[in-house]
């Protein structure tokens, strides 16, 4: 018979209310964790040793349950890493830390190495199991965090490369700081630059190189396509003028040159990506000691910090340029937060479209009315910090949940301060979820002190939401959207600003569209 198992919900702990054995059925059936979808489940005893797991654990782990079963408890780590890299100390450990003090443990990120040489990030859970008031084990639940690390780190990227629009560096030292950043804050092993030079030889001169640099040598590649050194992802990048990923390196039959070296130095995937610091015909290569890192989102964020680094080496003290700058900063990050986001890619550009024609039909400035634009470009950049499962989650957010997507317009505010974008783009940010009434969040404002850009960007992101599918929601169209606003103008949203918003409907205002992009995969 199956112990029964309750979950006390102030304190997030499973008691066990009869005898052995425990197993990771009771826990999940009577413990209600059935409903939590997509999520490893492990189970270990007092001693820390494997004694269960569900069927999503094999294959989210790429193993067995006969190999995860085991009598030693620290067998099956995996060898998890913080987010910096750094190794777990054991008692940093979700399940040592539960089983030492009793008490649950939530949201912990883990960098996780499978068999695969894939690496995957998780948000892990950890729940002591009690039995008459004694830890018996800890069942830890894994949740996938791998593209929600991914993008905070292109974030983080792209806002290393804009802390440079000002400083006015040379071509040199900008190439310099992006292959820096590019191992420090994107964690990457290896990056350089290569300048491809013309004459018979189609050298490719490195220029500039971060990380695990013994790995490079002179003469190393080049572009032509009569050469060995000028077959692999490199050369091709330079000649078709188009990005080439590699995400198994040993497989790659054009990497035979390298083969010996690139497993010498565990080098596992790559990507070449063309650049123009300058003007120069040059290439942007990157390495990463693990298989499949550079999927859809990793380059296409990639893609948007090399744009972001042209833009930067390329523009001078002239307003027209630095508005320039500004603009590819703007739209990198609303790329990064909307990437792979099938219910919200295009969603920020729209609320920015909507809320410059309601700050025209207000009388704003042409200024004003263009960075209240730019804020509602990137009103949800803080939406980087949260689980896609929170995001495309098909039903009703749970309180926790709630609490956690409560979090991402003081997030957004932290990341445009950071970039240094002119006010009012942080605190629209910020404020784009109070209302009038001090029923919004993330600090209950009311009236006045809720600024007017963001009181407009309020209603243009109420309005966009319903008129589009959400995975919680249809669509409910244009016609309610607008009816919600109107219904609640004064109250929770500024009258004027609704006014304005049913105004430019009546006269013609309609959404626009999005682009998409592709790359070559080797």
């Not at 100390?89 to 040592?96: A, K, M, N, R």
Request: aromatic residues 6%; hydrophobic residues 45%; glycine residues 10%.
């Amino acid at each position: 018979m199956v112990d029964t198992l309750k979950e006390p919900a102030s304190r997030g702990l499973i008691v066990v209310s009869s005898a052995p054995p425990l197993t990771l059925e009771g826990a999940l059936i009577e413990g209600n964790f059935l409903e939590v979808t997509g999520t490893a489940f492990v189970l270990r005893d007092g001693q820390g040793r494997v004694v269960d797991c569900n069927d999503r654990a094999e294959r989210v782990f790429q193993t067995t349950r006969e190999d995860l079963l085991s009598d030693d408890p620290l067998r099956v780590t995996w060898n998890p890493v913080h987010e910096d890299g750094k190794p777990f100390e054991l008692d940093e450990l979700p399940s040592v830390w539960s089983l030492r003090t009793g008490d649950p443990l939530y949201g912990v990120v883990q960098g996780i190495e499978l068999p695969s040489g894939e690496q995957r990030w998780f948000s892990v859970n950890s729940y002591p199991v009690l039995r008459g008031g004694v830890v018996e084990g800890v069942l830890l639940a894994y949740l996938d965090a791998t593209e929600r690390v991914r993008r905070g780190r292109l974030v983080s990227l792209l806002l290393d490369v804009n802390r440079l629009n000002g400083e006015l560096l040379g071509a040199q030292d900008a190439v310099r700081h992006l292959c820096a950043s590019l191992v420090a804050t994107g964690q990457f092993a290896l990056a350089w630059v290569g300048v491809a030079r013309p004459g018979p030889d189609a050298a490719i001169d490195i220029i500039e190189s971060a990380g695990v640099t013994d790995y490079l040598f002179m003469n190393m590649v080049s572009w032509s396509s009569s050469q060995p050194s000028g077959l692999g992802p490199t050369g091709i990048a330079v000649r078709t003028n188009g990005t080439v990923v590699s995400n198994d390196l040993s497989n790659v039959p054009m990497m035979m040159p390298w083969r010996d070296r690139l497993a010498h130095f565990g080098l596992r995937s790559s990507i070449c990506i063309p650049f123009r610091p300058g003007g120069e015909r040059s290439v942007l290569v990157v390495y990463d000691r693990h298989r499949n890192t550079f999927d859809e989102l990793t380059v296409s964020g990639l893609q948007n910090v090399v744009g972001e680094a042209e833009r930067v080496i390329a523009h001078g003290n002239s307003a027209r340029e630095l508005a320039a700058a500004l603009g590819g900063t703007l739209t990198a990050l609303a790329r990064v937060t909307e990437a792979r986001d099938p219910y919200t890619a295009g969603h920020q550009s729209r609320v920015g479209s909507l809320a410059a024609a309601i700050a025209v039909r207000l009388g704003m400035e042409a200024a004003l009315v263009e960075r209240i634009r730019e804020a509602g470009a990137v009103h949800d950049v803080g939406k980087v910090a949260l689980a896609s499962e929170i995001l495309t989650k098909p039903g009703r957010l749970t309180d926790l949940e709630f609490r956690m997507m409560q979090r991402h317009p003081a997030i957004g505010h932290e990341i445009l301060v950071r970039a240094r974008l002119p006010w009012p783009i942080p605190d629209v940010a910020h404020q784009h979820h109070e209302r009038l009434n001090g029923s919004g969040y993330p600090n209950g404002l009311i009236g006045n002190d809720i600024i007017m850009p963001a009181r407009i960007v309020a209603v243009a992101d109420v309005v966009e939401a319903m008129t589009n599918h959400r995975p919680y929601r249809p669509a409910v169209g244009l016609e309610r959207a607008l009816d919600e606003v109107a219904t609640h103008a004064g109250e929770l949203y500024d009258a004027d600003v609704v006014r304005c918003c049913l105004d430019v409907f009546a006269n013609g205002f309609v959404f626009s569209g999005e682009e998409e992009a592709s790359l070559f995969i080797v």
